[in-house]
Nanobody, 118 residues
Framework: QVQVVESGGGLVQPGGSLRLSCAASGSALDIYVMAWYRQFPTNQRRELVADMYWNTDMKYYHESVRGRFTISEDGAKNTLDLQMERLKPEDTALYYC??????????WGQGTQVTVSS
């Protein structure tokens, strides 16, 4: 079984910054890809924010966050951080971390709330 835990959400003013962290753990964990998604208050659909294929340089960013958000990984610790800069009110959402293993099993964290408001 794989556990996925997010941390770092909170309330921030427009233009501010936050750093989210996702940690994956479990026996014989072999990660294929880790990703950050978000779910907006008015829409149940989860939007892919950014992802990274493990042991590669392949990263993806949604166009709405490109240039403002940066993901970084620690392969030894199985963590994926999301550094968010120049936050906007429309970035307000529940942010989830997803882990896909080499066997293509998918695990989600419980989510961490990010609220951008003055």
């Amino acid at each position: 079984q794989v556990q996925v835990v997010e941390s770092g959400g909170g309330l921030v003013q427009p233009g501010g910054s936050l750093r989210l962290s996702c940690a994956a753990s479990g026996s014989a964990l072999d990660i294929y890809v880790m990703a950050w998604y978000r779910q907006f208050p008015t829409n149940q659909r989860r939007e892919l924010v950014a992802d990274m294929y493990w042991n590669t340089d392949m990263k993806y960013y949604h166009e709405s966050v490109r240039g403002r958000f940066t993901i970084s990984e620690d392969g030894a610790k199985n963590t994926l951080d999301l550094q968010m800069e120049r936050l906007k009110p429309e970035d307000t959402a529940l942010y989830y971390c997803k882990v896909v293993t080499e066997s293509r099993d998918t695990y989600w964290g419980q989510g961490t709330q990010v609220t951008v408001s003055s």
